[in-house]
């Protein structure tokens, strides 16, 4: 693999860095010919201010350019004769249903919907929202929105009304895209149903949305909901009798292309915005240079839902910019079984998978046999995103998943960010278990302490970076002002991603949880990843959350919610072993005081633990949960508060 690698090693990755930091606008122009530009911006390449004392913060890159993204994702490798290259299999929810779409096929489908919406009236800058589960039609329907400039706003299909409707009345868009229901496991979603619902709210608050697309799934007469006449129409009457054929509308570079809201882990979600060029470029570059995708020979496979940022860019867009063949799963993991992901894997030969380390975490406590079932001799790079993965988990996603062979990439980044911001290259970064370890080209991350100042060396503080690059978020939607207070307020002249983190001293970077979760025991400040990861060291414990907890000497005491591996039960060694292994790995200033078992955890529906949540319920305060819309399963609560003592 090293051989062909995009990047062959680690002293080829640094050569690279330096130039990427030191002549950002050769590098960058040197990687934007991999695609098409309708017309060449004018120099510089970054017209930006994000220091908030100097003025409105501002990023524009590309400035004077055109282009457009699905351009760029389908009709470029159909013109260069890839058309029969196939850029999608798809699986279903249950075993057995599957689609293949080659490159050609997939264009006709986005330029089908493209011509639908724009006989609605949908054009430049027009919003449009989708909520539905992930077929091909969901980044189609993205593609459709990029090939005429309207703007995209994915809501994943497992919110609520009331959560969709929060997201339709910020966007405000005339037009939704859903689908009647789809089965998730053994459980069937009304899709069509909870968009009736959010609809009537939006109502009570002053919008209509005036016409609603729906894909044919499961039928309405099962799963619920109905169609409104005048407002709705079915995929079939709609868009199949549309022409295959829709021009491309060229784009300015900082047209916008989606809006997208976080995932909530820390508050009320925010409408990132992203644009176009940059956005674009951002994800072809990291997707080639991280996966090291050899697009001819490579099956790739993310499971990430398109409702996710990991699914805008690593689904709908990535990989087809590099006109790669990929693997689309609208089902869960543990559907039939845990051993559903590596049968996939077998079934299509699949080379690249790139998950979460809840999932990981998830099929490793259900034990290695619904692995080892599988071959996976296919595998050759396997990937993490969105949370930090602990060590232990780590180890078995590298060993058991991956039979050893395989490198991961642990790779950081936001949704704000766009694209991987920290994260291995492949075969040319050493790896370290549980350390995204090295910036991504163009990135330039920097530690710094409370007071804002850099520090040097080996560290620890608050991770923020220094200079603007492409993929960067332009704005909250509608909310300039809470852009630049987020991000750009707390450390002057930086872009400040709430997370803290730690330098090492081969200048690998250890994300060390979310600032706003940090720990401080007696005066030491700790991230919740290390104490977390500590405890999942010990053999029966598969997840773990702390929190701090308000301790009458040490400021802060330690409470950690603990999930064991399925089949093992709780009892008062176990909580004393698992103390003891913390002591042991950090010491014993980092020993929670208290153990709280924990079935299941509370997580947003991105999978992601909610500190803040599991804060409340220490502190015996949860009649104040605050704003819950993202969270997955809001039973966990009360099951959490029954066994709080025990
Ligand atoms: P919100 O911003 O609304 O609170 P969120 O931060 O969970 O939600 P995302 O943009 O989906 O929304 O997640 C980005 C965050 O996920 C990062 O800031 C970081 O805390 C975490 N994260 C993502 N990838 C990694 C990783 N590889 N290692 C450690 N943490 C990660
Ligand atoms: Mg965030």
Request: net charge negative; glycine share 10%.
């Amino acid at each position: 693999m090293v051989a062909k690698a995009h990047v062959k090693g680690l002293a080829q990755y640094k050569e690279m860095y330096e130039r990427s930091t030191s002549d950002p606008d050769a590098f960058w122009a040197e990687q934007a010919d991999a695609v098409h530009w309708e017309k060449k911006w004018t120099p510089p390449l970054c017209q930006s201010n994000i220091d908030v004392e100097n003025g409105p913060v501002h990023i524009s890159w590309f400035v004077g350019a055109e282009t457009n993204v699905a351009y760029n994702c389908l009709d470029r490798h159909i013109e260069a004769g890839l058309g029969d290259r196939v850029a999608m299999y798809w699986e279903g929810n249950d075993e057995g249903e599957e689609r293949v779409l080659t490159y050609s096929e997939l264009k006709s489908m986005v330029c089908r919907i493209a011509n639908y919406l724009k006989s609605l009236g949908v054009k430049r800058g027009s919003d449009v929202t989708m909520y539905m589960s992930l077929v091909p039609e969901l980044p189609a329907a993205m593609l459709a929105c990029a090939r005429i400039g309207a703007v995209h706003s994915v809501v994943f299909g497992g919110f609520s009304a009331e959560a969709l409707s929060g997201r339709i009345l910020d966007s405000q868009p005339n037009v939704v895209i859903t689908s009647s229901g789809t089965m998730r496991g053994p459980k069937p979603i009304g899709l069509k149903a909870i968009v009736d619902d959010a609809l009537e709210i939006c109502e009570k608050h002053g919008h209509t949305v005036q016409h609603v697309l729906v894909l044919e799934q499961l039928p309405l007469a099962e799963v619920g909901g109905s169609m409104k006449p005048g407002r709705d129409v079915t995929w079939r009457e709609a868009v199949d009798s549309q022409s295959d054929e829709c021009p491309v509308e060229w784009l300015p570079a900082e047209a916008p292309l989606f809006k997208l809201y976080t995932s909530g882990s820390t508050g009320k979600p925010k409408g990132v915005l992203h644009t176009t060029a940059g956005y674009m470029l951002g994800a072809l570059v990291t997707t080639k240079y991280v996966f090291d995708l050899q697009p001819a020979t490579d099956v790739y496979w993310c499971t990430a839902d398109c409702g996710w940022i990991t699914g805008h860019t690593y689904v709908a867009y990535g990989p087809m910019l590099l006109g790669a063949t990929q693997v689309l799963f609208e089902g869960v993991p543990t559907w039939p079984d845990a051993g559903r992901c590596w049968s996939i894997v077998d079934k299509y030969k699949v080379t690249i998978v790139y998950t979460a380390p809840t999932a990981i975490r998830a099929l490793h406590a259900k034990g290695d046999a619904y692995v080892t079932r599988y071959s996976r001799a296919s595998l050759r790079l396997l990937g993490s995103v969105g949370e930090p993965i602990n060590p232990e988990a780590w180890r078995w996603y590298h060993q058991v998943v991956g039979g050893g062979r395989c490198p991961i990439v642990d790779t950081w980044w936001q949704t704000e960010t766009g694209a991987h911001m920290i994260t291995p290259l492949p075969g040319a970064t050493p790896l370290k278990p549980g350390s995204a370890t090295l910036p991504f080209f163009g990135v330039e991350p920097v530690v710094l302490d409370d007071k804002g100042n850099e520090l040097q060396g080996p560290c620890e503080g608050v991770l923020c970076i220094k200079k603007p690059w492409p993929s960067m978020m332009r704005t909250v939607a509608g909310d300039h002002a809470r852009f630049e207070q987020t991000y750009f307020s707390a450390y002057k002249g930086y872009y400040f991603t709430g997370d803290g983190c730690r330098r090492d001293a081969d200048g690998y970077y250890w994300i060390t949880g979310r600032v706003d979760d940090v720990l401080n025991v007696s005066g030491h400040r700790i991230g919740t990843a290390e104490v977390e990861s500590a405890l999942v060291e010990h053999p029966s414990c598969v997840e773990a959350a702390v929190v701090g907890v308000e301790h009458p000497i040490k400021g802060q005491s330690i409470y950690a919610f603990v999930t064991l591996m399925t089949g093992v039960e709780p009892n008062d060694t176990l909580r004393k072993e698992l103390i003891a292994t913390v002591r042991k790995i950090i010491g014993p200033f980092a020993a929670p005081d208290i153990i709280h078992w924990a079935p299941g955890l509370p997580k947003t529906r991105s999978g992601k633990i909610m500190r803040r949540v599991l804060r409340k319920i220490a502190a015996k305060e949860e009649d104040q949960l605050g704003d819950t819309s993202t969270l997955a399963d809001p039973s966990v609560v009360q099951v959490l508060v029954e066994l709080r003592g025990k």
